[in-house]
């Protein structure tokens, strides 16, 4: 089974660019999240899908983070624009269900760099 | 929302040693997850723990959630330079059904041969 893909893997972009990060959860996984992981500290989630709809964003800043979940399946983070505070990895999960019994599967992340 | 506290913040131990690592939360736990993470990857889950009281070993690594569900515990036994990495716990927020997990901010551990 292949687990949770995410590209690119590492991205340097300068305050004010724009960025996008991408997302392929496992097959059949309804649920998605994003997760910001800052240097030194646990993942914070940004926002989670159930399938395409929108379940929790609220930790999402707004003002310059958006997300969506085309058909359910695979989905885009982007910042724009970007901020030096910004710089962290960028954690996709995925599972089966609502986490009742079972894991989130994380992919290996996207580590931005924002000069 | 829920808030965990891990200790030690670094752990660097000599290869065949056991060890330990906690993780404290202020509130009832309704679930704790251990992850392990790589510098620069993503996480793997290790465990999970639902009831008071729960143990769970896997090779080397048994996870413990106490009785009152407030602290959960990881023990390696005879630490290998594998397990070195960042490990993690994550807990659902209280009576939500989001399925969202907080984490804490990571035991980073060292194994030396």
């Known amino acids: 089974e292949a687990g949770v893909a995410q590209s690119p893997r590492y991205k340097i972009i300068e305050k004010r660019q724009s960025v996008a990060f991408w997302c392929n959860p496992i097959s059949g996984h309804a649920t998605l999240y994003w997760y910001q992981q800052i240097l030194g500290q646990g993942p914070k989630l940004l926002i989670q899908?159930?399938?395409?709809?929108?379940?929790?964003d609220s930790q999402l800043p707004k003002d310059r983070f958006s997300a969506e979940r085309l058909k359910g399946v695979d989905s885009t983070l982007k910042i724009q624009p970007a901020k030096l505070e910004d710089s962290a990895v960028y954690l996709c999960a995925s599972s089966p269900e609502r986490l009742l019994v079972g894991e989130q599967f994380f992919g290996p992340g996207t580590r931005l760099t924002v000069l | 929302s829920q808030e965990l506290e891990q200790s030690p913040q670094s752990l660097i131990v000599q290869e065949g040693k056991n060890l330990t690592i906690n993780c404290t939360s202020s509130k009832t736990l309704y679930g704790l997850y251990w992850y392990k993470q790589k510098y620069g990857e993503g996480l793997i889950f290790l465990m999970m723990l639902q009831k008071g009281g729960e143990e769970k070993s896997h090779e080397k690594i048994t996870a413990k959630l106490d009785e009152k569900k407030q602290q959960s515990s990881l023990h390696i036994t005879a630490s290998q330079p594998s397990h070195a990495g960042i490990y993690l716990c994550?807990?659902?927020?209280?009576?939500?059904?989001?399925?969202?997990?907080?984490f804490g901010r990571g035991t980073q551990l060292t194994v030396w041969p």
């Open positions: 994550g807990a659902p927020d209280r009576g939500s059904t989001l399925g969202r997990l907080y």
């Open positions: 899908f159930q399938n395409n709809g929108v379940v929790d």
